[in-house]
Nanobody, 122 residues
């Protein structure tokens, strides 16, 4: 069992930056692939980024590649998502997720956090 709690969301101006954190609990947390997804109002949840067990493998959605960076600190049971060069299309609730394989599909992740709101003002 893994519990996930996101933090770090907020209101930021276009061009600004935020760092999201996802604190995990559970003895086997480091054995899970971690992902970030987001969901804007009226839209489906979409993949943002994922990171493998050792952090040497990462994947990004094309829309965030070069702007967002995912990382994990297994000693602190935390995964991060650095968001740079934000624009209005990045406004969404961001969710942290844990799963068994590195995937862009939400269905591949069995554990989810409650989400944190990111709002980018233009």
């Amino acid at each position: 069992q893994v519990q996930l709690v996101e933090s770090g969301g907020g209101l930021v101006q276009a061009g600004g930056s935020l760092r999201l954190s996802c604190a995990a609990s559970g003895r086997t947390w480091s054995s899970y692939v971690m992902g970030w997804f987001r969901q804007a109002p009226g839209k489906e949840r979409e993949f943002v980024a994922a990171i493998g067990l050792s952090a040497s493998t990462t994947a990004y959605a094309d829309s965030v590649k070069g702007r967002f960076t995912i990382s994990r600190d297994n000693a602190k049971n935390t995964v991060y998502l650095q968001l740079n060069s934000l624009n209005s299309v990045d406004t969404a609730v961001y969710y942290c997720a844990a799963g068994g394989i590195l995937s862009v599909r939400a269905a591949s992740y069995g554990y989810w956090g409650q989400g944190t709101q990111v709002t980018v003002s233009s």
